[in-house]
């Protein structure tokens, strides 16, 4: 009974932190555009940083 007793605290544990990490890591996609899209649109702006500093 002890050992069903740990099994369930670990599983709560487990799922108390896969929670947290699910609410909690910062996403930057919208869900209105595709994954490569929005990958696209982040590659052109660091480009564009990119060239900036180059420039100056």
């Known amino acids: 009974m002890k050992k ?3 099994y ?3 599983v709560i544990v487990i799922c ?4 947290m990490l699910f ?8 869900p209105s555009q595709p994954a490569v899209v ?4 982040e590659l ?5 940083i990119t060239y900036s ?3 100056i």
């Open 38 to 41: 929005q990958q696209i649109k």
């Open 53 to 55: 500093m180059e420039k």
């Open 8 to 10: 369930f605290y670990a």
């Open 44 to 48: 052109n702006r660091l480009e564009t």
């Open 23 to 30: 609410l909690f890591i910062p996403t930057n996609k919208t």
């Open 16 to 19: 108390f932190f896969g929670i």
């Open 4 to 6: 069903i007793r740990n």
